[in-house]
């Protein structure tokens, strides 16, 4: 029997995670560069301390141990945090929530591209359905800055694919390490992009404490929440589980500050969630990435 713990770890893991569009949401006028510059100082230093207590040695020696691998989801999830926040700051969290939703599907066609890993029938299926409700939740994007946050959240969920993929290149369950490195990839990344662009490197209170606040609580606490209730739960359970982002993040912006959900997302999303469940249910062998929150 399966401790009740775990599903509830990872049910937790969810609901901070659903946070992420409340918090950008908040942010007063720091853009998407400074925003992540904040949350990946905040993460770096979390992680490390978390994973050397954690492990008994330090987060540089097991991404030595991980290898190339470890870079590559580390600058993956670079890119995947970038189009995560601009998306949400130029779309509707329910879209951008759903469409972060996708990650899943891609990392099977990955897999089968670069490694070949087998891809289910069903999840073929669940896929078609998937690209079924994007069409959906796209066709209404006329403006340019709503249609390129689609786009940027489309992409966000492309780079949590290939973190995936990239851990199981490397063959390295632990995620951690990358998650690290990626932090530490993002500092470098947005310091240079806040330096060349002279945005300032220093933020009101409200915005840095909300950004640093999110590196250490909505990614840090929740990642280590899904890895510690992982352990004993089934791929199917995971995954189903997992939903609990999608469906909260657009209910907070709802609930306090009254962002609504247009008929086509609200179409388009439904396609998507069937085929995530529909894809779950029908097999346990298909692990999805360890977060889809940006």
């Not at 896929?127 to 489309?154: E, F, P, T, Y």
């Not at 945005?199 to 840090?220: C, E, H, K, T, Y």
């Amino acid at each position: 029997m399966k401790p009740r713990t775990d599903v509830f770890f990872v049910l937790s893991a969810g609901v901070l995670w659903s946070t992420v569009g409340l918090g950008v949401r908040l942010i007063e006028d720091a853009l998407v560069w400074q925003i992540l510059l904040y949350r990946s100082v905040s993460l770096s230093f979390f992680l490390y301390f978390v994973i050397t207590f954690r492990s008994g040695e330090s987060p540089f020696v097991q991404i030595q141990r991980i290898g190339f691998p470890a870079v590559i989801a580390g600058l993956s999830l670079v890119a995947a945090y970038s189009g995560g926040v601009y998306a949400i700051q130029t779309t509707s969290v329910a879209n951008a929530m759903l469409l972060f939703a996708t990650a899943p599907f891609m990392a099977a066609v990955l897999g089968w591209i670069c490694l070949r890993e087998n891809v289910r029938m069903a999840t073929w299926i669940s896929i078609i359905i998937a690209v079924v409700g994007i069409s959906i939740m796209v066709a209404d994007k006329s403006g340019a800055s709503v249609l390129s946050g689609s786009i940027s959240a489309l992409g966000s969920a492309f780079g949590f694919a290939v973190f995936t993929v990239a851990l199981r290149w490397g063959k390295s369950g632990e995620m951690l390490p990358a998650v690290f490195l990626s932090g530490l990839f993002g500092i470098g990344v947005t310091l240079t992009i806040c330096l060349f662009m002279n945005l300032p490197i220093f933020l009101s209170f409200n915005d840095a404490g909300i950004s640093a606040g999110m590196g250490v609580f909505q990614v840090g606490a929740g990642l280590i929440l899904y890895t510690l209730g992982s352990r004993t739960l089934q791929a199917a359970e995971l995954a189903l589980l997992s939903l609990a982002e999608v469906l909260l993040g657009p209910f907070w912006v709802w609930i306090f500050l009254d962002e609504t959900i247009t008929a086509n997302t609200f179409i388009g999303g439904a396609f998507l969630l069937i085929a995530i469940a529909g894809n779950a249910i029908t097999g346990k062998r298909w692990k999805p990435p360890p977060f889809n929150s940006p």
